[in-house]
């Protein structure tokens, strides 16, 4: 089942690569509006400097500094700026995640990719978005206290001053601490996938059932999300391997590079892509079927007969072929 | 006690001799003259982490004066209450080290006698020679019924009780592991007239600041040193005994001479790796040539001697415990054929518990304090010359501190800064100039690059080097480490590799076992360089201006030719401005003009490059005493770029960035770093926002 869905998942992303590319095109543009600001800066300090060019061949702590303190402003621009970003990166998240389900998890109807995406984007963006705030409120405080009892359960073998023991167990903390955020972040992922195959509104009872679906499917769950991140890494360690080995003193190793950079951030995508995918199939394969729910046929009723008799009450429904959208 | 930097700031322009010629080789002294003599034994209590000892002092008087008291350091006072000038000054923070609960210390004297019986404990006055601070206790004078005549000596008895305060600022225990530091009620300098600048003669003994080491003056230490029979122990010196007694306890005998603090370790947890320094094995023939050919020495003068090398690790790093051994016997070596034979004959590092940092890094007489992590074990923080550097450092202490005993309390750059800068040659010498520090990752983690990053982030916050520690507008590791090291280096790209070698080999020899100031350093420089150097020193280390130049701005435009009527070679000749003109100024040609500026206060000669196509670059001397200066430029060729100090040789300069400027823009760098700083951003993107 895990492989079928990774496999599915996998052949889903490449079998739409125009999806891939309306991701990475938006992520790009998203990271432009920062890295403008930041190239005009950089363009204003170095183009004319040589001594910055020992910068082509790798970081130099020293110019760096110089760099930096030459304008005092630039620093907190830069962190504000990515601060600013990461927060429309949630959001936009909560506006992505919407279209990119619709598209993989729907067999399409005939119509144009463009429509389906921002269809399903808009019709969920509330949705995911009352999701993120849900997980945010529920993975801080369980993360604060994981990292508490950890560390109040690894005290005892710091408190001997063995270093190895100290350095142990602090790992210990940041890998269970990493471990609970990974949680939340999948448990998020598969409440996504909930939300759209029942298109439940009951938020807080999909992240329930989405944190229950993880725990109980940790193995699955977290082969997925293995693969995937193991996807991520690799593109990264492709672009930092070249980034190390070459210096960029020539055009042609920048342009190399710079189609690198952004041939590893499509495949980060397609990842990505997959990786919902693969979500989404494996959750509907270990949802239950959907339970056909009867639907009593209106009857002509004469003006002044007597209304009809409540029917029987539905069976509970846990997700449903989403077929159709309220309106 | 007069600080003696005014009287350098003073002494400078008289100290100068001017005359190329080198200075002779001084002969390096074997011995001090040993002002003072401590026969201690101490006894350690691992459950109160108390000491009780008893010393026997004998102090000589050498100075010209009839002195009728003596003073002494109580250092382990500073830790006593938050009352101390130490506690005050450094807010229970000292080297990224906070006090505990358990971080208070403290020495009693419960007996003060003369050899004679004479009982002065009574007569103990606390003083406070730095402050105001009537509630410091860690300096005390001693009254003495009979003044001291010249020459004479004094023998006295101390009896003393001290608390050790859980490690911080480098003395103390953790668990079982002990540095014993500035432990001993330890007799400050009697400096007479004329020494360092003073007018009249006197005492020299600072209470403990925060930001401050120590002075002492040179003698003979025997020390016997009780502990339970578990512990390891190392100290300064030489071991000459060890006693086993029936109360489970063992007495370790160390005696040195020639030296000013003695300071010991004890844990149970040590593991002992011992090594020898061999001056014929560890040393080859040419690096001997070598050495006395840059030096001007001959070859017996730069001979060395073997050392003993005790290196006491905890068992967590065992991993570079060769790290340790390999770095020190490297500091033995480039740090001997540079400045002079280590002329004793043991070496013991000590490899603290991470968790005792505060008393990592630190130097004491033959004594040293390493520092490293169980996380430099493994990739890719073994990459960090941490434990190499810090050994390299407080070794080099042995001879800017140990063997020239400046005042670190008035002085620390003597020290500190020069330690720096001799460290940086060694670490680039044994580790290559761009690895000096190591390698992180990718990136290099050159010396210089340290210290260029280092002065671009502190120069601005003006302040003089040459000032007591304690009086720093702040940044005390910049103004007595960083910024001197910085202009030392400065200094050896303006006189040469090879006169700045011998400037430090002759202020070696002439001030070793003895106290220099700052003034003594200067006259040494300006006199084996054959110079006058006030200039330099007066802005650098008695100011506090920042230097810098600048290239502010470079063009390169095409001249027309010459039209009109000319005469060559005695003809009258009309030019038009077409090629087909005969005479040189038909040709084309073009105007560069480069505008150098000095942005800084601080002048300083220097060398403007300028690199015309294809052509090799040209360089052009200023004396950067004037605020700009303007070069017009015609060649055939176009200017590419200007650059002043190309060759990267003067650290301070504050901004090094704008040192050069080319014509044309490059947007390679921007183009490069852009592209990676928004392949960070995508990265950013993806992972928050899908």
Redesign the interface.
């Known amino acids: 089942m895990i492989g079928r869905a990774l496999a599915e998942g996998l052949r889903s992303a490449t079998r739409r690569p125009g999806l891939v590319a309306l ?1 990475w095109a938006w ?2 543009a ?3 509006i ?2 403008l600001p ?2 005009t800066w ?2 204003a ?9 020992v ?2 061949d ?10 930096v ?2 304008d005092s402003r630039i620093v907190p621009a830069l962190m504000a700026a ?1 601060a600013g ?2 927060l ?3 959001l ?2 909560a506006f ?2 919407g279209g ?1 389900l619709e598209v993989v998890l729907s067999d399409g109807d005939g119509q144009p990719l463009l429509l389906r995406f921002f269809r399903g984007a808009g019709h969920f963006f509330g949705r995911f978005l009352r999701l993120l705030v849900i997980a945010g409120i529920t993975a801080v405080p369980v993360t604060a206290a994981v990292s508490a009892a950890v560390g109040a359960a690894t005290r005892r073998l710091t408190a001997g ?4 023991a ?2 142990w167990a602090m790992a210990v903390v940041l890998a269970c601490v990493g471990l609970t955020v990974g949680f939340f972040v999948l448990a998020l992922d598969y409440a996504r996938v909930m939300t759209v195959l029942s298109d439940s509104r009951s938020m807080f009872r999909i992240w329930w059932r989405a944190l229950r679906f993880v725990v109980r499917r940790t193995p699955g769950v977290a082969s997925i999300g293995l693969v995937a991140g193991g996807g991520v890494l690799a593109a ?1 360690a492709v ?1 930092t391997a070249f ?2 080995a070459y210096s ?2 020539t ?1 042609g190793v ?1 342009a190399g ?2 189609v690198l ?2 041939a ?2 499509l495949a ?2 397609a990842v ?1 892509v997959g990786q ?1 995918s693969a979500q989404g199939l494996y959750c509907k394969g270990l949802l239950p079927e959907p339970v056909p729910v009867p639907v009593p046929v209106p009857l002509p009723a004469p003006i002044d007969a007597p209304l009809p008799a409540e029917g029987p009450p539905s069976a509970p429904v846990d997700a449903v072929e989403h077929v159709g959208r309220e309106s | 006690m007069r600080p003696a930097w005014i009287a350098s700031a003073l002494l400078v322009p008289l100290a100068v001799v001017l005359g190329p010629a080198p200075a002779a080789a001084d002969r390096l002294p074997e011995r001090s003259e040993r002002v003072v003599s401590y026969q201690i034994d101490v006894r350690l209590n691992p459950t109160t982490k108390q000491i009780e000892g008893r010393e026997t002092v004998t102090w000589r008087n050498p100075s010209a004066d009839a002195v009728s008291d003596l003073w002494l350091h109580l250092y382990l006072n500073g830790f006593k209450n938050t009352s101390s000038t130490f506690i005050r000054e450094s807010g229970g923070q000292l080297r990224g080290d906070r006090m505990t609960d358990n971080s208070w210390g403290w020495v009693d004297v419960t007996s003060f006698r003369l050899a004679d019986g004479t009982d002065l404990t009574g007569a103990i006055r606390f003083e406070h020679p730095d402050d105001d601070n009537v509630e410091d206790r860690t300096v005390i004078r001693v009254p003495l019924p009979q003044a001291v005549p010249s020459n004479g000596s004094v023998t006295f008895e101390v009896v003393f009780k001290a608390q050790l305060p859980e490690v911080f600022a480098r003395s103390g225990y ?2 079982d592991y002990y540095l014993v530091g500035q432990w001993f009620p330890k007799l400050g300098v009697y400096e007479p007239a004329g020494m360092r600048g003073r007018a009249a003669g006197g005492w020299n003994c600072h209470q403990y600041h925060a930001n401050s080491e120590f002075y002492a003056d040179y003698g003979e230490f025997h020390v016997e040193m009780t502990v339970p029979s578990r512990f390891v122990v190392g100290a300064t010196g030489e071991r000459k005994g060890r006693v086993a007694h029936k109360d489970g306890t063992v007495t370790y005998i160390y005696e040195q001479a020639d030296v000013h603090d003695f300071a010991w370790t004890a844990d149970p947890a040590f593991v002992e790796v011992r090594r020898v320094f061999s001056a014929s094995r560890d040393v080859t023939p040419e690096e001997y040539a070598r050495a006395a050919a840059l030096l001007g020495r001959s070859r017996e003068e730069v001979q060395l001697s073997d050392v003993d090398v005790l290196v006491l690790m ?1 068992p ?2 065992m991993a570079q415990a060769e790290r340790y051994v390999q770095s020190a016997k490297a500091a033995i070596k480039r740090f001997g054929l540079s400045y002079g034979r280590y002329p004793y004959r043991t070496l013991t590092v000590v490899d603290p ?3 005792a940092s505060g008393s990592a890094g630190m130097e004491y007489p033959t004594f040293i304090t390493g520092g490293t ?3 430099a074990n493994f990739w890719p923080f073994s990459g960090l010359r941490g434990s190499e550097g810090v050994t390299v450092h407080e070794f080099g202490h042995q001879f800017w501190y140990g063997m020239v005993g400046n005042n670190e309390f008035e002085e620390a750059w003597l020290d500190e800064g020069i330690t720096t800068y001799t460290t940086g040659l060694v670490m680039e010498a044994e580790y290559g100039v761009d690895t000096a520090n190591g390698r992180f990752m ?4 050159g010396e ?6 280092t002065v ?2 502190f120069s601005r916050n003006k302040d003089s080097i040459v000032k007591p520690a304690w009086r720093y507008s702040g940044d005390y590791s910049y103004y007595a480490y960083m910024k001197p090291a910085a202009a030392l280096r400065t200094l050896q790209g303006y006189l040469g590799k090879q006169t700045m070698a011998r400037v430090m080999r002759t202020f070696q020899e002439r001030w070793r076992f003895r106290h220099p100031a700052s003034a003594d350093f200067f006259a040494t420089a300006s006199e084996v360089s054959g110079q006058d150097l006030g200039w330099y020193f007066r802005q650098v280390f008695l100011g506090s201006d920042i230097l810098d130049y600048a290239v502010d701005a ?1 063009s390169t435009r095409r001249v027309e030719p010459t039209r009109g009527v000319v005469d060559v070679n005695g003809k009258r000749v009309t030019l038009t401005g077409a090629t087909s003109d005969k005479g040189s100024a038909a040709a084309a040609q073009y105007e560069s003009r480069v505008l150098v500026r000095r942005m800084g206060e601080v002048t300083f000669p220097v060398r403007i490059a300028l690199k015309f196509q294809g052509r090799p670059v040209e360089r052009v001397a200023w004396d950067g005493v004037d605020r700009w200066k303007r070069l017009v430029l015609v060649r055939r060729e176009r200017l590419e ?1 200007a ?1 002043v100090d190309q060759d990267g040789t003067v650290i301070l300069d504050a ?9 044309e ?15 960070g ?10």
């Open positions: 991701l992520n790009l998203l990271a432009l920062v890295a930041f190239w950089i363009s300090v170095s183009a004319n400097a040589p001594a910055t060019d910068l082509l790798g970081a130099d702590l020293g110019v760096i500094m110089q760099l303190l030459a990515v970003l990461a429309v990166s949630l936009s998240g992505l995640s990119i001053g063995w270093e190895p100290t350095l990264f672009t980034d190390v960029a003193r055009a920048i590079a710079i950079h952004q590893m951030a980060r995508t990505r919902v | 953790k668990r905890q967590a790093h518990p991470q968790d992590s169980y996380l990718a990136v290099n983690m210089i690059d340290m210290l260029r990053a671009a982030a470079v770029w650059s901004d090094m960035v704008n040192n050069a400027r080319r014509v823009p490059d947007a390679r760098l921007s183009t490069w770093w852009s592209a990676r700083w928004l392949s951003l995508q990265q950013l993107v993806s992972f928050l926002g899908m």
